[in-house]
């Protein structure tokens, strides 16, 4: 089967999905991937932050494998030794008190909405251009308008605020349930929050009572650089959003709550059919012990520290910063130029995400070496040099 034929297939059988995918994807092993083609490519977005540990890694299959023949799921009226497992581990990583398993990082925001709303108090703050999730709860909470007004009315309570300590502090006071935020806004284009922003949020919330939010589905499981990001800035928040990276591959989402955060829940106030079953957690399990086995967290900081610097000393005019840190890269560009560079990139073997018009998003595996940076450089510098001057005169579409 050919990539034709298969996106002829994807049209017939999909929708809400873009009308035509940009590969047909077949395998994949550590930071490359192969099409229905043949045709090779280095996988720098690694199914959007998710493949932690790359494509087929032998620790990944042979824990799907090990778990798939033994137990698979057995419903929320049981527990089960990986469950319990992955709980301690996430606690001991974190920091963390309690935590609760679901499949997705959009239901671990929608569990953390229902522990605000436990407070009793009516409002929500989250900040502007943020991103936590497509389901409706979720989507009430994202900054982005586009995504949140075709579905309008939503949950009532969230405003958004500007990225500003001084907003945050005209905004809050005891009638704030919780404050919601990214680390790094990763689905804007890996926007940095201003400096000490975290501490601030973190410094008001606890005077006023609030609850801290934060969404580390993208930035979590050592991506950058730390175990997680608030790590970075020394703070404890009251919950903790996660998935993506911490099933390498395979769904999973949870929650981890702090102190008293992790009672206001009560026996049956949330639950779901999959959560936290044998599979997804065994499979998590060997992710999150195959990255602290082999110190994937500091090469993560490492090879960040690589591509940032050797973007940056491209010293092409049309990248204006890089942001981010460990392997959550953002580059930004002078013009509306990002599509067009990932779609140059992904013609000569390079996947990249357009995160933004003029935002290139970067996400590859923890596993990358220097050899991969090397690669990824030279492909990138390729792209930009046949796509921006053809876009210095207007938008590239």
Known sequence: MTSIEDTARFRDAMFSYAPTPLKVLVRGEGARVWDADGVEYLD??????????????PVFVEAVTRQASTIAHVSNYFASQPQLELAERLKRLTGGDRVFFCNS?????????????????????????????????????????????????LLPGPEFLPTTVEALEAAMDDD????????????????????????????????????????????????????????????????????KGIGGG???????????????????????????????TATSNAVLGEIERTGLVGNARAMGELIRGGVLALANPAVTDVSGRGLLVGIGLAGPWAGAVATRALELGLIINAAAEDRIRLAPPLTIDTAHVDRFLSLFSQALTATVPAATEGPTR
């Open 44 to 57: 720098f977005l690694a199914g959007i932050a998710v493949n932690s540990l790359g494509h087929a890694h």
């Open 105 to 153: 990082g959009t239901e671990a925001i929608e569990a953390a909405i229902k522990v605000a709303r436990r407070t009793g108090r009516p409002r929500i703050l989250a900040l502007e251009k943020s991103f936590h999730g497509r389901s409706t709860g979720a989507l009430a909470i994202t900054g982005k308008a586009a995504y949140r007004e075709p579905f309008e009315p």
């Open 176 to 243: 704030v349930a919780a404050l919601v935020l990214e680390p790094i806004k990763g689905e804007a284009g890996v926007l940095d929050l201003p400096d000490g922003y975290l501490r601030a949020a973190r410094e008001l919330t606890t005077r006023h009572g609030a609850l801290l939010i934060l969404d580390e589905i993208q930035t979590g499981a050592g991506r950058t650089g730390d175990w997680f990001a608030f790590q970075h800035d020394g703070i404890v928040p009251d919950l903790v959003a996660l998935a």
């Open 250 to 280: 395979f769904p999973i989402g949870a929650l981890v709550a702090f102190g008293a955060a992790g009672d206001l829940l009560k026996p049956g106030d949330h639950g779901t059919t999959f959560g936290g079953n044998p599979l997804a």
